[in-house]
């Protein structure tokens, strides 16, 4: 398979590129999980949000916005619900 340059600097990339970069999206909760990961993305690499994906899957019930929209105030407490699940809201050195 040819691949974009970037694709090649990590598997994660690797894996990324073949199976989802540049693939039309149309259901909701795959485009509600990359609106989430791309306004988390800002100032640190998109190869860190793929390597904290899961932990944002989990942290956000998969990213069921019907179970979201349940969410009690404790739950929606954004810097405790990303730190539970080791997300960071700014670039670790």
């Known amino acids: 398979m040819k691949r974009c340059k970037w694709a090649d600097s990590s598997t994660l990339y690797k ?3 073949d199976e989802e970069w540049g693939v039309p999206v ?3 909760r795959t485009l509600f999980e990359f609106l989430i990961l791309e306004g988390a993305q800002a100032g640190l690499s998109w190869e860190t949000i ?3 994906r899961n932990g944002y ?4 019930d998969q990213f069921d916005v019907e179970k979201i929209s349940t ?3 404790s ?6 619900c990303l730190n539970s699940h080791q997300l ?3 670039p670790t050195p």
């Open 26 to 28: 149309h259901d909701d």
């Open 88 to 90: 960071h809201l700014s």
């Open 57 to 60: 899957r989990i942290a956000f």
């Open 50 to 52: 793929l390597k904290k």
């Open 15 to 17: 894996q990324y590129h």
């Open 75 to 80: 739950k929606i407490d954004l810097k405790k």
């Open 71 to 73: 969410y009690s105030e």
